[in-house]
């Protein structure tokens, strides 16, 4: 729920907003990350982007230090944004 102090959601062209439950974490690297990753070591994304699955579009990004540590091992829940 959402308070009067809460701007509103962003919303892609086919409707949906970033609490949709089809809205999917997509972690971005950098280069070095993502030669960190081929070497086998699991590098920091440089952020998260949570997309729309049906048209593509990017509804939200977390770029927080403490949140992108968070979700190095795992997959980024909601309540991490």
């Given at each position: 729920?959402?308070?009067t102090n809460t701007p509103p959601a962003?919303?892609?062209p086919c409707g949906n907003d970033d609490t949709h439950p089809a809205a999917l974490p997509?972690?971005?690297r950098s280069v070095?990350?993502?030669m960190a990753l081929l070497?086998?070591?699991t590098a920091r994304p440089a952020r998260i982007d949570w997309v729309c699955p049906?048209?593509?579009a990017v509804l939200d990004s977390v770029t927080?230090?403490?949140a992108l540590e968070r979700a190095r091992y795992d997959?980024?829940?909601r309540a991490a944004r």
């Open positions: 729920m959402r308070t962003a919303r892609c997509v972690k971005r070095l990350g993502a070497m086998g070591y049906t048209c593509g927080d230090p403490a997959e980024p829940r």
